[in-house]
């Protein structure tokens, strides 16, 4: 899935998301690893579509987030490989 979020959940969570991404991307004065992300991807292909993958950003993994099966270790793994995602993309 390119380019949107999912319409599946909730449609105030979604628009919330996109908000705060969006507040992100234009209003935050401060430097911030997904804001970086976000401007590089809005100077590529446009402000909504970077908008929209800062908000997937912000939502997280779904695997990670609610599962109770998931240890500590897991979750500190994936964060780490999350950061170098963002790092890889930004260097």
């Keep these: 899935m390119q380019g949107r979020i999912s319409k599946a959940g909730d449609a105030d969570v979604r628009r919330a998301l996109y908000e705060a991404a969006s507040a992100l991307l234009m209003r935050f004065k401060r430097k911030d690893k997904i804001k970086t992300w976000g401007l ?11 908008t929209v993958a ?36 930004l260097a």
Excluded: Q, W
């Design 40 to 50: 590089l991807i809005a100077r590529r292909t446009g402000h909504r579509k970077a």
């Design 54 to 89: 800062a908000a997937r950003e912000l939502a997280g993994d779904h695997a990670c987030v609610g599962n109770a099966a998931t240890s500590a270790a897991d979750v500190a793994a994936h964060t780490m490989r999350k950061d170098r995602r963002l790092l890889a993309v």
